[in-house]
């Protein structure tokens, strides 16, 4: 672990970020230009005090969990990722179409919506959200795949949606899947665990549905606002791994109502 060089890397990479190039408020009581140490913290999702210490050159080394995460929240390129990692001590993955590396340019994007929105990979990996993304879908950035939480049943994804919406989206996310089975070998090595672990997925699957996800409307059973039922968008970036996926609610509806009580509530009283 190259400690000078990872400290002065990140010293220079938030000082050169304004708080409008990751979506933050730059707000009346900034003294400097360039990001403060604690938004940082806040967007790689790790305490203050630890990133604080890497940049005063004494801290532990980072897990490449944790590099990915500041490298997301720095807007990183993909050779800044790896050449982050080379100074935390780790080799950086070969380059490959998927990884959990988010394209700046779409981060950009994610951090100009005011409404729900979410970067996910093609096999279900959230990788970036915002925070009314996070306040509509729970928290899931470093969380396993929305299709493994799904088809093992975990209560939490399974409450999410009401229960006669869950066969549509049980075909949805296996038709989807399909798409990805054929890019490499890390797709299908984990369609065949899912086969072999769940019996509803493998039901699915043996139907044969190919289709990309698509931009359609879907009903959401929200622990605190409870029904609502809004527009989804799903773009693709350059790396169609990549899919960016965007909500919102016709202007002057119920539904949009709720969306704006939901950037009241936050996540605070999303049930765990």
């Known amino acids: 672990m190259d400690r000078d060089g990872l400290a002065d890397f990140l010293r220079h990479r938030r000082a050169v970020l304004q708080p409008e190039d990751v979506g933050l408020r730059a707000g009346p009581r900034r003294r400097t230009s360039g990001l403060r140490r604690e938004d940082v913290a806040a967007l790689a999702h790790m305490s203050t005090d630890f990133y604080t210490r890497l940049e005063q050159r004494r801290g532990s080394r980072p897990s490449e969990a944790m590099v990915a995460s500041i490298a997301r929240a720095l807007r990183l390129t993909l050779d800044e990722r790896d050449h982050l990692l080379q100074l935390a001590g780790h080799t950086p993955p070969p380059r490959g179409a998927r990884s959990d590396h988010v394209t700046p340019a779409l981060l950009r994007v994610l951090d100009r919506l005011d409404t729900p929105a979410q970067i ?28 493994r939480r799904w088809f093992m049943a975990d209560p939490v994804e399974r409450a999410l949606w009401p229960e006669e919406d869950h066969e549509l989206h ?62 989804c968008q799903i773009l693709t970036a350059e790396n169609q791994t990549e899919l960016l996926v965007v909500f919102t609610a016709a202007p002057g509806t119920e539904d949009a109502e709720k969306l704006a009580l939901l950037g009241v509530i936050g996540t605070q009283q999303f049930a765990p």
């Open 120 to 147: 996910v990979d093609d096999l279900g990996v959230t990788l970036a959200q915002n925070a009314l993304g996070e306040a509509l879908m729970g928290v899931h950035v470093g969380d396993e795949s929305v299709f």
């Open 170 to 231: 049980s075909r949805r996310y296996a038709a989807g899947l399909r798409v990805a089975y054929g890019r490499d070998a890390e797709a299908r090595a984990f369609v065949d665990t899912l086969c072999r672990e769940s019996e509803e997925f493998a039901r699915v699957w043996a139907e044969h549905e190919v289709k990309l996800p698509t931009n359609t409307r879907k009903r959401i059973a929200h622990p605190q606002i409870g029904l609502i039922e809004l527009d």
